[in-house]
């Protein structure tokens, strides 16, 4: 395996004010796998994901030490050197939430409105984009003649696929999937785990889910978090 192939984390602890959540991770992950975590309520799966696209600086009094190491295109970088631009490093690592987060606007919008934020405005090249990634989710079929319509007016399972298109059109390296199908049924549930498989030819995926099926059925690795360690269970 190739070094750039990797992504690599080195002594990293988390706390919140002085309540410590991770302590002295070292792990070692092969690119384009599904890296599952899995664990009791409140023992921080959660925020060890918003550490890969540095949202816990959005929202917590958190505190790092140690580093993430991914290669973003152009080798490993560590995220959290001072001169990593956060614009740059959030177009290479998606994420999906557990509640389907559509933004107030329509189908088509919702997929471009990340494009458009990332500069890009060719209009046939967005139209092209919007409807690859939509067959890529398997939703296209269902909406292609209301592309024009408020996503809000999707149903969840549908909602939740256009979330994954929308975090998809960047082209991620990373895709942050935080419980992204406990607010499903369990057909919807089923369509995204083999969506969620299905992906991992194109980008590492971390899932954080307490479903444990479903780790069975989709990961490659499964990690529990437990006393602010990550221990191997599968
Ligand atoms: N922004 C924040 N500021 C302070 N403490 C926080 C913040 N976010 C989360 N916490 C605390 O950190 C701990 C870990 O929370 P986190 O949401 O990461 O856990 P989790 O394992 O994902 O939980 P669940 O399975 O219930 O979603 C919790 O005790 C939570 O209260």
Partial sequence: MNRQDKIIIDKLSFRYRN???LEDISLCWR????????GPSGTGKSTFLSLFNRLWEETGDGRLTGSIQLNLGGGLVDIYQRQM???TLRRSVGMVFQAPNPLPMSIYKNITFPLMLAGRKNGEEMTELVERVLTQVHLFAEVKDRLKSDARNLSGGQQQRLCLARALVLEPKILLLDEPTSSLDQEAC???EELIVEL???CTILLVSHYQDQVQRTADLVYELADKRLRRVG
Avoid: N
Avoid at 31 to 38: D, F, N, P
């Fill in 85 to 87: 631009p956060l614009a």
């Fill in 190 to 192: 089923r369509k995204l």
């Fill in 200 to 202: 991992k030819d194109q």
């Fill in 31 to 38: 690119e384009k796998q599904i890296i599952a975590v899995t």
């Fill in 19 to 21: 309540r410590p959540i």
